[in-house]
């Protein structure tokens, strides 16, 4: 067997690479554009270029290959991305022939990162809550992402938590992410004051005492604690891993939401939130494992250790 994986983590502006070992030594990481104005075939063929040159960097054949891509995915096919504006494209399409091959959400495969060798790392069910442009979770049971039924587990961004709020980009009224992703909290102080922010000055204008900034803040740690009290009651979670540009701003998000989730919740203690630990790494180092499974090497992420991302070839 080859001594290396290609992993790849596709995501609708640029793609990140690398190549990781069965022990999990990133040899290499690279990144490229994902040429999504192009069309769906180019984006195909362009991660299939990607995967080649990768393969040729590590000196041959990979032993199997994993890809983190979004939208609606099982292992082997990508079926439907918004993003991309593929439909059905077999796992096979990807690589090079008889190469294994495993496919994962991408959000999800972060997920499964997080849970391997990350923050989720001592237990067993957890939340992994990327707070970025949108807001979606990796709903981790028993140490895998849970899907659901057809691939759509895990929206918890679009869960409604104001009726009667403000109308989502989805369609839906008072969808979480309205209110609390990153780009809704700039969004939604520009429309306020009209003068434009983004997530991180309407942070810096909370602790400084503007007190629209500090409305709107209140606003996004309502909602969340909302959906994390919802997701909390229904699942049982050991901790909220919170990760994403939102998650950045730390205690000052952390703590509110802590302090609410906790007030919210009565009959019961709610989880500890956490900081992500794998960072914008997760996508690539969870398609690493999906490209170690494929392989036959399901176990391969046990004896991994964080160190790996301190190593100085990861770019
Ligand atoms: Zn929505």
Redesign the pocket.
């Known amino acids: 067997m080859s001594s290396f994986v290609v992993a790849l983590d596709v995501g609708g502006t640029s793609m990140k690479g690398g190549l990781v070992t069965r022990s999990g030594e990133v040899l290499r990481t690279d990144r490229r554009a994902t040429p999504r104005d192009e069309g769906p075939a180019a984006v195909v063929g362009t991660i299939r270029s990607f995967i080649d040159d990768l393969a040729a960097a590590g000196g041959g054949t990979p032993a199997g290959v994993g890809l983190a891509v979004p939208g609606l995915v099982t292992a082997d096919a990508a079926l439907y991305s918004a993003n991309i504006g593929w439909r059905d494209v077999p796992a096979a399409d990807f690589v090079p022939l008889d190469v294994p091959v495993m496919l994962g959400h991408d959000v999800r495969t972060g997920g499964l990162a997080e849970s391997v060798l990350g923050a989720g790392r001592e237990v067993s069910d957890f939340l992994f809550l990327p707070i970025g442009t949108g807001i979606a979770g990796a709903v981790i049971v028993d140490g895998e992402p849970y899907g659901g039924a057809a691939g759509w587990g895990g929206e918890i961004?679009?869960i409604p938590v104001f009726p009667g709020g403000e109308t989502?980009?989805?369609?839906?009224i008072g969808?979480l992410?309205?209110y609390a992703s990153a780009s809704a909290v700039g969004r939604r102080y520009s429309a306020r004051t009209a003068s434009p922010a983004t997530a991180e000055q309407v942070a810096a204008l909370t602790v400084s005492g503007d007190p629209v900034a500090a409305e709107v803040w209140d606003d996004a740690v309502e909602a969340l604690s909302l959906a994390l009290a919802t997701y909390t009651l229904l699942l049982d979670p050991s901790v909220i891993v919170l990760g994403g540009g939102l998650a950045e701003a730390g205690p000052l998000l952390s703590d509110p939401l802590a302090d609410r989730l906790r007030k919210r919740l009565t009959f019961r203690a709610a989880p500890p939130l956490r900081p992500a630990a794998l960072g914008v790494n997760a996508g690539m180092l969870g398609a690493a494992l999906l490209g170690w499974r494929a392989a036959g090497a399901p176990d391969a992420g046990a004896t991994w250790s964080l160190d790996v991302l301190k190593s100085p070839r990861v770019a």
């Open positions: 961004g679009h989502c980009a989805c369609g839906q969808c992410e309205t």
